[in-house]
């Protein structure tokens, strides 16, 4: 694409090619390690392709999901509810593009990453694109058991000339 104009926002997008167990011993991985990233992984698929079954699937059935929103804080219980709060945020967008999601890990709590941009934004905010980012932070055992959110709301896109 040397020398031609641009069309699109470049988009990154990146792939976890190499994961650094720091629970590793002389013995090998903790137990459950890497399923606790295949979870989260699970979890992502389900958000950016909309399949908020799948997402559902990945969450335990008594979930604490809080949520710094630009509202103020918010928090929900159980796996349906959870499941439901994020297809209000994402499931009715005519046009839907994931821009990039990430997966990785702090001192034992699993990180997630998403910036999600879409048309029209929910709750009538506008018909033209918006873009919003997300990073939450999960407590996975055999499935997400807590979820804490921070969001950074429904920004519309701003074009440049």
């Given amino acids: 694409m040397s020398g031609e104009y641009r069309t699109t926002p470049r988009l990154r997008v990146r792939t976890v090619t190499n994961v650094l167990n720091t629970n590793d011993t002389v013995d090998g991985p903790s137990p459950g390690g890497p399923a606790r990233w295949s979870i989260a992984g699970l979890f992502l698929e389900g958000l950016t392709t909309r399949d908020y079954e799948r997402l559902a699937a990945t969450l335990h059935q008594g979930v604490r999901f809080r949520a710094l929103l630009p509202p103020g804080p918010s928090e929900w219980h159980g796996r349906?509810?959870?499941?439901?709060?994020?297809?209000?945020?994402?499931?009715?967008?005519?046009?839907?593009?994931?821009?990039?999601?990430?997966?990785?890990?702090?001192?034992?709590?699993?990180?997630?990453?998403?910036?999600?941009?879409?048309?029209?934004?929910?709750?009538?905010?506008?018909?033209?694109?918006?873009?919003?980012?997300?990073?939450?932070?999960?407590?996975?055992?055999?499935?997400?058991?807590?979820?804490?959110?921070?969001?950074?709301?429904?920004?519309?896109?701003?074009?440049?000339a």
């Fill in 80 to 160: 349906a509810e959870t499941a439901d709060v994020l297809r209000s945020w994402f499931g009715q967008s005519d046009r839907f593009e994931v821009v990039d999601a990430t997966v990785g890990e702090i001192a034992g709590r699993l990180q997630m990453t998403w910036r999600i941009r879409l048309r029209p934004a929910p709750f009538e905010i506008g018909d033209g694109w918006h873009v919003i980012e997300q990073h939450a932070f999960a407590d996975i055992a055999e499935s997400i058991e807590t979820l804490d959110l921070v969001c950074s709301g429904f920004r519309a896109e701003r074009t440049t």
